[in-house]
């Protein structure tokens, strides 16, 4: 079983930045390809970026060029930098991970709020 920890959420100003890491127990985050997803109110959940074990990376139309996704096996960590941050990226962040053929694991999420 994989458990996953987000933190680095919190209030910020339009244009400014913020990391968000995700922590993961067990021995097989090497394996896992990670996602960022975040869900604002009344609004469905959507993928952000994506990171496979290759390290090739993907992500939405809506943060490319703004946001990083990038992972340090050693530390069992996922990180999104978000930079250049807007009103519409306010949300709850959720951190998930796939593991081919045996499952899926989400973290509990970290809010982000990004003022105008």
């Known amino acids: 079983q994989v458990q996953l920890v987000e933190s680095g959420g919190g209030l910020v100003q339009a244009g400014g930045s913020l990391r968000l890491s995700c922590v993961a127990s067990?021995?097989?985050?090497?394996?896992?390809?990670m996602d960022w997803y975040r869900q604002a109110p009344g609004e469905q959940r959507e993928m952000v970026a994506v990171?496979?074990?290759?390290?090739?990376?993907d992500y939405a139309d809506s943060v490319k060029g703004r946001f990083t996704i990038s992972r340090d096996n050693s530390k069992n960590t996922v990180y999104l930098q978000m930079d250049s941050l807007k009103p519409e990226d306010t949300g709850a962040y959720y951190c998930h991970g796939n593991l081919r053929f045996v499952g899926d694991y989400w973290g509990q999420g970290t809010q982000v709020t990004v003022s105008s």
């Open positions: 067990g021995s097989v985050f090497s394996l896992l390809t």
């Open positions: 990171i496979r074990r290759s390290g090739s990376t």
